[in-house]
């Protein structure tokens, strides 16, 4: 199984990015998803996550609306739009599969892709 993150970048306070993983070897449309970020000398947080169908979402609280996880099963893609950056979302993001949308840790992850790096300036 390969996740392959993408997306991130430089952008100001306020901006915004959408950040993509593109899952292979695995089929993708049975498993739930998440994205997860890690900040420097910080522990790896859980952002959000989304079940194998894409109904049900769910969203750690700093999120506050900002940010909204869908994904495609018939791309095998699953993305993350972030919206109103803030400095303190500076972060390396992981997309996951996970054991269930109901996680909340990155130890319910079994699977990572390798990271993408988003940098918000203030």
């Known amino acids: 199984v390969q996740l392959q993150a993408s997306g991130g970048g430089l952008v100001q306070t306020g901006g915004s990015l959408r950040l993509s993983c593109v899952v292979l070897?695995?089929?993708?449309?049975?498993?739930?998803m998440g994205w997860f970020r890690q900040a420097p000398r910080e522990e790896r947080e859980w952002i959000a996550t989304?079940?194998?169908?894409?109904?049900?979402?769910s969203y750690a609280d700093f999120v506050e609306g900002r940010f909204t996880i869908f994904r495609d099963n018939a791309k095998n893609m699953m993305e993350l739009q972030t919206v109103s950056l803030k400095p303190e979302d500076t972060a390396v993001y992981y997309c996951a599969a996970v054991k269930s949308y109901a996680c909340r840790s990155p130890l319910c992850a079994e699977y990572w892709g390798q990271g993408t790096l988003v940098t918000v300036s203030s």
């Open positions: 070897g695995r089929t993708f449309s049975v498993v739930s």
């Open positions: 989304v079940d194998w169908s894409g109904v049900l979402t």
